[in-house]
């Protein structure tokens, strides 16, 4: 291996063990790649923005180009020193087929000049002199055009995370070039579904990090824990009122806007990627993983909302059965103890991206891709539809709750004595999302990554945490679209979290995983913005409430000879902070004395009952 490839693969390595996102991808270079890199000829330049702004930019060509090509576009605030290599692992399939690929620095980051903004917000257009993420790319495509040669003038982008959040910007308000964009695992709303809040409830563990990571320079810096149980360091911190005292001290804008805008304000209103996904001017292969640690709401609300105005029949979904980005990784094929069956990721790649990608740049082959494409994980195969949600063959059910940690099809019947269940939350004694010692986000062994495929015995002897389960199924039960948890629940305090997990469990004679429990949708509601995201309201204590916890959306088969299980509980540390349980105007200014025990009450009887619903197959009998 040759001293520039050397350096590209510990960059790529690098920057992939640091932060955990595989946009750049990190799987390590094959001699096949380094084949593929030795065929092509690096440029480097710093292209000038219509406001003197001049950004850090690779160019990658082909030494053996034979006439005129398109380029692939990704941009990135995470280094394009690790990022510049991605195409002979990650792109493998598209470098491959020859494009002319273009890595640059956003505004502010690592090489490039001017002042990085987090997740910087579309220009007012009124203002000539605006800029935004949008003008950068438009400006970035001209000077390609005119300065780089033999091109066809055919762009497409594509990227994963805030990369692919940058696809989105570019697509607003599109460069006449831009042909092609596949934003993957691009975040849609910060507060509502994506990286830094889910239904407002506050992501501590890895908004923290990512704050401390991103801007604490114009390159990365890892927090340094002194403590290896990220668990016990949260806790011990006590309120969030603390973080910027001790840590952050009023230096990092983006806690500062946590802090400001506990609630859905015009600041988060601003930045949700819904009012802006008004049309389809550009094909979209919208791209996410049903395990995705950290941006699976925003390409199902891409694509959702762009699908509300595709006229043209250009917009297109792909869900596979991924973490965060693993698509662009080498196989695909297992999330922790979880096997898929076969290398998803380069079939994804090989079979759908590249031509994708080939027909709108290249005019080459026809397009047989459906509209919507999912790995239906169980059953471990992809299926494609005509739409998602699919319309076709599929029926609402509800699994209600019953005594005795019992779950059913059947709806619960009058007479129960006690018609609920009741457990203890206590904030001092979270209930933790994984397995402790829970290490550090971003940093040396994290397994961040792989974490929603977990075991989830590890927490079902709680007395904070319950659960109802259906009996051996008798056949195959297969869901594909939304799932949704409506809770009646009561608790004694004011405000309260609800966290609820679909679980499927595995038989006790399985060869591997006997009644091993993997959660196959998972969500969490801040009790406070139950009515509205605006406008959060205290809980009354003592009455019954209806509790509605959007899970998202599946394609999954529980088979034959496992049980269904739904887990609910009131706090995931440190994934989520602690919910003070108490109702105060601004968590992250709550102290030490708003934190209070609350008793939880979930309901079952006719007229309180407590369910969640999926989109089931119909073809697919339910005999549980």
Not at 63 to 77: N, S, V, W, Y
Not at 519 to 535: C, D, I, K, P, Q
């Amino acid at each position: 291996m040759n001293t520039v490839m050397r350096r590209l693969a510990s960059l790529l390595c690098g920057l992939a063990a640091l932060v955990a996102l595989p946009a750049v991808g990190a799987q390590a270079p094959t001699a096949a790649d380094s084949a593929r890199l030795a065929n092509y000829e690096r440029r480097e330049v710093m292209i000038p923005m219509r406001d003197g702004v001049k950004l850090h930019t690779f160019v990658f060509a082909p030494k053996d180009q034979q006439g005129a090509l398109p380029f692939i576009l990704t941009r990135t605030p995470y280094g394009i020193g690790g990022a510049a290599g991605s195409f002979i692992t990650s792109y493998a399939e598209l470098a491959d087929e020859r494009y002319i690929f273009v890595f640059q620095d956003i505004r502010g980051r690592f090489d490039s000049e001017g002042q990085f903004v987090m997740l910087r917000s579309p220009r007012n257009k009124k203002d000539p002199k605006a800029i935004d993420e949008s003008t950068d790319t438009w400006d970035t495509i001209d000077w390609l055009l005119a300065n780089v040669p033999r091109n066809n003038g055919r762009v497409g982008q594509l990227g994963v995370s805030y990369p692919g959040w940058l696809t989105v910007m570019s697509m607003l308000d599109p460069h006449p070039a831009l042909k092609a964009v596949s934003p993957q695992a691009s975040p849609a709303s910060m507060f509502i579904g994506d990286d830094f809040h889910h239904n407002g409830a506050f992501r501590l563990a890895y908004g923290f990090e990512y704050v401390a990571m991103m801007e604490s320079g114009k390159g990365m810096q890892r927090f340094p824990f002194d403590k290896v149980d990220n668990y016990s360091w949260h806790l011990e911190n006590g309120p969030l009122s603390n973080i910027d005292r001790k840590y952050f001290k009023g230096e990092r804008p983006t806690w500062n806007d946590f802090v400001s805008h506990p609630n859905f304000d015009a600041f988060w209103k601003r930045e949700a990627l819904a009012q802006y996904l008004d049309r389809v001017n550009v094909p979209t292969l919208n791209v996410g993983g049903w395990w995705d640690q950290e941006d699976f709401y925003g390409p199902l609300t891409i694509y959702q909302e762009l699908e509300k105005h595709d006229t043209k029949g250009i917009n297109y979904l792909v869900v596979g059965p991924w973490n965060h980005g693993a698509w662009r990784g080498a196989s695909g094929q297992r999330l922790g103890n979880i096997d898929f069956g076969s290398a998803t990721a380069p079939y994804f790649r090989r079979t759908i991206e590249a031509p994708w990608f080939a027909y709108w740049l290249k005019d080459k082959g026809t397009l047989t891709l459906a509209e919507a494409t999912t790995f239906e994980a169980g059953a471990n195969e992809w299926r494609q539809y005509d739409t998602w949600p699919p319309r076709k063959n599929v029926g609402p059910r509800r699994l209600y709750f019953h005594a005795d940690g019992k779950l059913s099809f059947d709806p619960p019947k009058a007479g129960d004595p006690r018609p609920y269940d009741s457990y203890v939350s206590d904030p001092a004694k979270p209930v933790p999302y994984r397995a402790r010692p829970i290490l550090a986000t971003f940093g040396p062994g994290s397994t961040w990554a792989q974490w929603l495929a977990d075991d989830q015995r590890f927490v079902q002897d709680r007395p904070d945490v319950v659960a109802w389960e259906t009996p051996v199924l008798e056949n195959d039960v297969t869901i594909a679209g939304d799932i949704v948890a409506r809770l009646m629940a009561t608790t004694t305090g004011t405000d309260a979290d609800w966290v609820v997990k679909l679980i499927d469990v595995y038989p006790e004679d399985h060869p591997k995983l006997g009644g091993y429990q993997f959660m196959v949708a998972n969500e969490v509601l801040r009790g406070r913005f139950r009515s509205s995201y605006e406008h959060p309201e205290p809980i009354v204590a003592g009455k019954a409430t209806e509790f509605k916890v959007g899970l998202h959306t599946q394609n999954y088969r529980f088979r034959k000879g496992h049980r269904i299980r739904v887990q609910i509980q009131s706090s995931w540390f440190p994934l989520i902070d602690r919910n003070p349980q108490t109702f105060v105007p601004n968590i992250f200014k709550a102290n030490a004395a708003d934190f209070r025990v609350a008793t939880q009450r979930i309901y079952r009887s006719p007229t309180l009952s407590s369910y969640l619903q999926m989109s089931i197959v119909t073809s697919n009998p339910i005999v549980p």
